[in-house]
């Protein structure tokens, strides 16, 4: 699938990788790290417009974060009981409900970067939470922000 993915990227430049980026904001495992280097990578030799990529990745994102917390606000509690049934994701629920808790919207900007293997759960639980909107949206802007330029 890697292979496939990264054939498309200089197909379909910024809709692929807008596409990836939100998938992997819902918690679908795609190699989104992986095709944003081969962007970047694009991008250095002039195949793809830098702008694009980054406009692409960050749209793709923030829409993906937007979505995670919209089903989060709307059916938040059945979807996270769900999901903690399952001993992949049990974990990593419960560290995302106690990041939203000690540190809320400090822990949506961190998750966009530095722990974003917790980002999709933390949409949903700050959606289910009721975390401030606009609030959760400056975390998600400014993580997001830092994670595409990195």
């Known amino acids: 699938m890697t292979d496939t993915l990264l054939a498309l990227v200089p197909v379909y430049g910024g809709w692929i990788l807008m596409a990836v980026t939100f998938l992997s904001c819902l918690a679908i495992p795609v190699p989104s790290s992986l095709l944003m280097l081969a962007g970047g990578a694009f991008a250095a030799s002039d ?18 974060d937007q979505t995670g917390y919209l089903l989060g606000r709307k059916g938040g509690t059945p979807l996270i009981a769900r999901l903690e049934t399952h001993e992949r994701s049990a974990g990593l629920i419960a560290r995302a409900r106690r990041m939203i808790t000690e540190r809320g919207v400090v822990s949506v900007f961190l998750t966009r970067w530095l722990f974003s293997p917790l980002g999709p759960y933390v949409n949903f639980i700050g959606g289910a939470m009721g975390l401030d909107w606009r609030r959760f949206t400056a975390g998600s802007v400014s993580g997001e922000s830092v994670w595409v330029l990195i």
């Open 47 to 64: 195949d793809l417009a830098l702008l694009t990529v980054l406009a692409s990745a960050l749209g793709g994102a923030l829409a993906g």
